[in-house]
């Protein structure tokens, strides 16, 4: 479903907007981080957040990453959430060395280790190019 050249776009670290269903039926949008793994996109968050308990109700959701006339456009992901643990912190790091420098990245990983940070995958089902 992802073309080299939509691969090639989400390399970038630019920050995405990922849309969750709240219980009443709107959009929820917050400003996220994201990595690509396969097929599927990557967020992290901490496990209490309302995007988790959206997604634990109604796992449907979009990623979008880029769309801005600066950047040349962007693309939409639609499709279904899943939730899993992070083990050992594998993804907060690779996340947070993905966006930040070495020095912050290590302080943000120390300031975060209390936290219950879990992993949330969309699996594209629809795939958008956005302008």
């Known amino acids: 479903m992802l073309t080299d050249p939509i691969r090639e776009f989400l390399q970038k670290p630019l920050t995405a907007r990922m849309s969750t269903i709240d219980p009443n039926g709107y959009p929820h949008t917050v400003p996220v981080w994201f990595a690509l793994d396969g097929d599927e996109v990557v967020v992290i968050s901490v ?3 309302a995007k988790v308990g959206h997604i634990r109700a109604n796992p449907k959701g979009a990623i979008t990453i880029g769309g801005d006339l600066s950047d040349g456009g962007g693309y939409q992901l639609k499709g279904e959430f899943s939730i ?3 083990p050992d912190d594998a993804w907060v790091r690779k996340m947070v060395y ?3 420098s070495p020095e912050q990245a290590e302080k943000d990983i120390a300031d ?5 940070i879990i992993v949330l995958r969309l699996k594209p089902q629809v795939v958008l190019k956005v302008l």
């Open 98 to 100: 993905r966006y930040e």
């Open 112 to 116: 975060w280790a209390e936290l219950d």
């Open 47 to 49: 496990s209490d957040t």
């Open 84 to 86: 899993e643990p992070d």
